[in-house]
């Protein structure tokens, strides 16, 4: 079955510290993946999408993202994080098995930066 | 250039009333997607409607759920005799494309709760 998958339910890091949120994907043929943030009671924003091209792919708020065929991983990153960063991540995959791009979403991970 | 704009951003309905949640997408964007975010779980894909039409709805609950994108206005999701089952946020998104690769702005939400 095709699904994308975030191990991690919460990750806790120390500010200025790197930061690592995990997503692993299962599809078929090549994956269009993507990764939002959710604020508490917001809606979700986007911060950077993975189509072709480059593996490491560049956000918004300085977060990039490495896609890894051989892994089948598409992990976000940041250098350095920011008490701001808290919040609720998602990483998400485009599945068209019907030829239409609805986006099928990972559980969520929850991020807490430590001042 | 205002972004998805959803409303209301709360909802209070007693069960069997009927609720109606309203989504305008971004200018320029004819495509809508609906997703349900139920407590403790992530986004689950509903109904994916371009003008006036409804392109794939097998996300959405057989009974009691409609949604529509009438030629003018916003895009209305239906919940007719709503269940306590029913309380969730409930995303719109919006693209301007129906490729793969178009990214999906998402609304605010609407938090329905079923007293």
């Known amino acids: 079955a095709q699904s994308v998958a975030q191990p991690e339910d919460q990750v806790n890091v120390a500010e200025g510290n790197p930061l690592t949120v995990k997503c692993t994907y299962s599809?078929?043929?090549?994956?269009?993946l993507f990764w939002y943030v959710q604020y508490p009671n917001r809606g979700l924003q986007f911060l950077l999408k993975?189509?072709?091209?480059?593996?490491l792919v560049k956000g918004s708020y300085g977060f990039e993202a490495e896609f890894n065929k051989s892994q089948t991983s598409f992990h976000l990153k940041k250098p350095s994080a920011l008490v701001s960063d808290s919040a609720l991540y998602f990483c998400a995959v485009i599945l068209t098995p019907s030829g239409y791009s609805t986006l099928t979403f990972g559980k969520g991970t929850m991020l807490l930066v430590s001042p | 250039n205002a972004g998805v704009m959803q409303n209301p951003r709360h909802l209070v309905r007693r069960r069997g009333q009927e609720a109606r949640l309203r989504c305008s997408p971004m200018k320029g964007h004819s495509h809508v997607y609906w997703y349900r975010q139920l407590p403790e779980e992530g986004l689950k894909f509903m109904v994916y409607l371009q003008k006036e039409n409804i392109i794939d709805e097998s996300g959405m609950p057989k009974e009691r759920f409609s949604a529509e994108f009438p030629k003018e206005g916003p895009s209305i999701l239906r919940i007719q005799q709503v269940v306590r089952g029913d309380s969730a946020a409930y995303f719109c998104?919006?693209?301007?494309?129906?490729?793969?690769?178009?990214?999906?702005?998402f609304g605010p939400g609407t938090r329905l709760t079923v007293l």
């Open positions: 998104a919006s693209s301007i494309g129906a490729g793969s690769s178009d990214t999906q702005y």
């Open positions: 993975y189509i072709t091209g480059d593996n």
């Open positions: 599809v078929s043929g090549n994956p269009y």
